[in-house]
């Protein structure tokens, strides 16, 4: 009894960055790959909780096709701390199969209403295939006299 080989796709890289360069040969460079942002105000109307703010760095995705071939859709699904789901981004990606890869940069552009760990889950074809994480970490910072030294 012979069986059909299957597995795949595989995930090669989900990562926020700084920023991607593409090589004019099609190879991606990803600069300062990060998990966490820490959002900084000072001053005396610094407030005490984290204003809303908005998550906009790369995501960077790739997949290594294995046994799968074919035109699949590629989801990015959001979801903030208190577990709400911020809305969904997919793109159309095209596997070729063997060691093929998929590359797909996405610029997040989150709306942020609170401190704390969001999850980005990607999903192929409504399966999840991993999940990415990135911390916002509010520091307000007060500001008053320094000590005068003894």
Known sequence: MTSEPS???YVAMATFCEKVLQEKD??????????RITISMSGPGAPTEMPAGVIN??????LRSGFAKGRYNLTLQPQSPSGKILGQV???ILLEGDDRSANVILNANIAAPEEGLYWFDVLLEDQLLTRIPM???YQRMSQ???PSPA
């Open 135 to 137: 911390r916002l970490i």
């Open 7 to 9: 597995g795949g796709p």
């Open 144 to 146: 008053g006299p320094l």
């Open 26 to 35: 099609g190879v991606f460079s990803i600069i300062r790959a990060i998990d």
């Open 57 to 62: 760095y790369p995501i960077v995705i790739t």
């Open 90 to 92: 997919s793109v159309g």
